[in-house]
């Protein structure tokens, strides 16, 4: 069995240095870039916690989280290129 | 079992550098382009990798005589990380497409190829 406890502290230094730029980064779409990274890096998350804590429950939301990031991901880059919806 | 947990600890390793890679690229470098090319590519190969391990480390798991909620997880990890795959390349399209769209150039550029091209 392996101790996932450290890969989850290291996947959140690494979110928590992806969202600096979120806040800190010149318009929109720097901002829509990084949160699509921390989209991506938050799913992993998920699917390592699920392992850690013996749970399946958090991969399922893994899923859910992914698919509904990408839908938040075209939408908001639809509203960044100005079209009408 | 022990070569299945050193197998993960790789995939372990290399998906967390890569993670880290996008993570730092994210901020060196200078437009929102290169950014993209950092952060979709870097922290995919990095995703697929960290799944990887959970994959393996389940499937060995249910392999040496564990419960239906093993198998349950390894083919549930598996369909997280198609779901990840597809998403990510579609999404860093739309993202490219909308930051060119909205006006975005690219640091020292000289000329821009797309300069007009509205209707593509």
């Known amino acids: 069995m392996i101790d996932w406890f450290p890969v ?16 800190i980064g010149p318009g929109a779409p720097t901002r829509l870039v990084a949160f699509d990274t921390a989209n991506t890096i938050v799913v992993t998350g998920l699917v390592v916690v699920g ?11 893994a899923i859910v989280y992914a698919l509904l990031s990408f839908v938040m991901t075209l939408y908001v880059a639809k509203y960044i290129q100005g079209d009408k919806f | 079992m022990a070569a299945l947990n050193t197998l993960s600890y790789v995939f ?13 690229g994210l901020h060196r470098f200078p437009d929102v382009y290169t950014r993209m090319h950092a952060t979709t590519k870097c ?29 349950i997880m390894c083919i549930h990890s598996i369909l997280a990380l198609v779901a990840l795959l597809v998403t990510n390349a579609t999404g860093a399209h739309a993202m490219a497409r909308a930051a060119h769209r909205s006006g975005e150039k690219p640091a020292r550029a000289v000329v821009d190829d797309l300069e007009g091209k509205k209707n593509d």
């Not at chain 1, 230094?13 to 806040?23: D, G, S, T």
């Not at chain 2, 372990?12 to 730092?24: C, D, E, K, P």
């Not at chain 2, 990095?46 to 239906?68: K, P």
């Open chain 1, 8 to 23: 989850i502290i290291a996947l959140a230094v690494c979110l928590i240095i992806i969202m600096v730029r979120v806040f």
């Open chain 2, 43 to 71: 922290t995919t190969f990095g995703s697929i990798f960290l799944i990887l391990a959970v994959i393996v480390q389940s499937a060995g798991i249910w392999a040496m005589g564990g419960d239906l909620r093993q198998s």
């Open chain 1, 51 to 61: 392992m850690m804590f013996n749970h399946v429950i958090f991969i399922d939301v």
């Open chain 2, 12 to 24: 372990i390793g290399i998906g967390l550098f890569f993670n880290f890679v996008g993570a730092f």
